[in-house]
């Protein structure tokens, strides 16, 4: 079994880290505030002081943190991961950032003997907690190698996907694609409901129709009347700042995006709306007060 470092204990860190203690893992794990760590701490996981000190003895080391400038600061601060990283070790960024900025912490690290692999998760906290979550890996391969077996501790799926930055790379062609899903889904409920269809039924049909998926069967009954969990798996402002990166690799490589725009604006509809601190499937609502209901 491993030691592993663990830095940054929010929604993804509280379910991830009992994951790694239940296949025998050694955590040591570390977050930005505090006060996220006591129920961790009853499950057997130890508490850093930094994140240089978490990585210290780690064979992996492995960081969840809102976005590219925590990643920096968790990474290469004064007390940041690459201070206490052994270079037998493994250091995975599991966040969803720009491919750019991964590349540029990996540099980093590369320049000083150590390894760095961006390797996001596909995935909520629910599908982490029943272990159908999804790991993609970008960097070394031998590194890939190192971590893997901790990874598969998270998720049953763990695929390298190439060289540095294209994991993240890909996450983010996938969160598009869940985004576009969501929203069409909120649309196509709003429209029949208009007709005169209820929504248990239209939401029922949608489920139990080839238009189905994972991401529809644990979110899509979220607008049915007084279903809206009062903690969002994740709410507006956070996928759209997925959405902001995803325009922006649209930009930089000049790849048409405009569904892509499309479901960023209906963020910004729900956000104006009132309804951002939901989770983004609120877009259903957006629809409604858009066609004059509700």
Known sequence: ?????????????????????????????WNRSPGKSAELEARGMFVAATPAEASKESD????????????????????????????????????????????????????????????????SPVTVRE??????????????????????????????IGGSGLAVQAKLSINLLLMVEVIAFGEAVALAERGGVDRD??????????AASPVLSYRGPFILEGS?????????PLQQKDMTLVLEQARLLASPAPLAAIANDLMNASRGMGFGHQDFVTAHRAYRRMGGES
């Not at 663990?6 to 009992?18: A, E, K, R, S, T």
């Not at 080391?61 to 809102?66: D, Q």
């Not at 039924?201 to 080839?210: G, R, T, Y």
């Not at 809206?228 to 507006?236: F, I, N, Q």
Request: hydrophobic fraction near 50%; glycine fraction near 12%.
């Open 1 to 29: 079994m491993a030691t592993v470092g663990f830095i940054g204990l929010g929604d993804m860190g509280q379910v991830i880290v009992p994951r790694l203690l239940d296949a025998g893992h050694v955590v040591r794990g």
């Open 131 to 160: 272990g159908k979550a999804s790991v993609m890996v970008g960097g070394d391969e031998d590194a890939f190698g190192r971590a893997r077996e901790v990874l598969l501790a998270i998720g049953p799926k763990v695929t390298y």
């Open 228 to 236: 809206m969990p009062d903690k969002p798996l994740a709410d507006v």
């Open 60 to 123: 992996v080391v492995l960081s969840i943190v809102t976005d590219g400038a925590a990643v920096r600061e968790v990474a290469l601060g004064e007390t940041g991961i690459a201070e206490g990283l052994s270079p037998d070790a493994v250091y995975a960024d599991m966040s969803t950032i720009s491919p750019e900025v991964s590349r540029e912490v990996s540099a980093a690290f590369a320049d000083r003997g150590l390894v760095m692999l961006d390797a996001p998760l596909s995935g």
């Open 201 to 210: 039924v239209m939401v029922q049909a949608i489920l139990d129709s080839v």
